[in-house]
């Protein structure tokens, strides 16, 4: 399912941000239908109600809508990130970077890392 870097978390963030992952890869499209979740539970070896939980995670984040009768497909990219959405992260990022600190990684290092991780201009 997903790599090793998310081991420490529960399966459905793992799987919330493999699909994240392949969104802003572009390895999924806006539109693109993603599996039922009994599909993807098979597809993945999880409980539907795990795949059901993220599917839930990725719609409450905008990265799918569901269409009643029809699926789950992958939404159009934000273009700006929301106020609440970038409150709620913030003590996140701040908390990885402290955590980061500890462990002697160095905000270069992060710096680097973060600059690998940019958008082609």
């Known amino acids: 399912m997903a790599t090793e870097s998310y081991a ?7 799987l919330v941000l493999q699909i994240k992952a392949r969104v802003v890869q572009g390895i999924m499209q ?10 993807m539970a098979k597809q993945e070896q999880l409980n539907p ?3 059901a939980k993220a599917y839930k995670q990725l ?6 809508f569901v269409e009643p009768g029809r699926g789950s497909f992958i939404a159009e990219p934000l ?13 996140k990022f701040d908390a990885l970077v402290v955590e980061a600190q500890s462990l002697g990684i160095s905000l270069a290092t ?8 940019e958008e082609p201009a």
């Open 49 to 51: 109600n795990t795949v």
């Open 110 to 117: 992060l710096h680097t890392w973060l600059n690998e991780k």
């Open 79 to 91: 273009k700006h990130a929301n106020a609440a959405a970038v409150a709620t992260f913030r003590p």
């Open 30 to 39: 806006p539109g693109d239908k993603l599996p039922s979740v009994r599909e």
């Open 8 to 14: 420490h978390l529960a399966y459905y963030e793992r």
């Open 59 to 64: 719609e409450a984040d905008g990265v799918i």
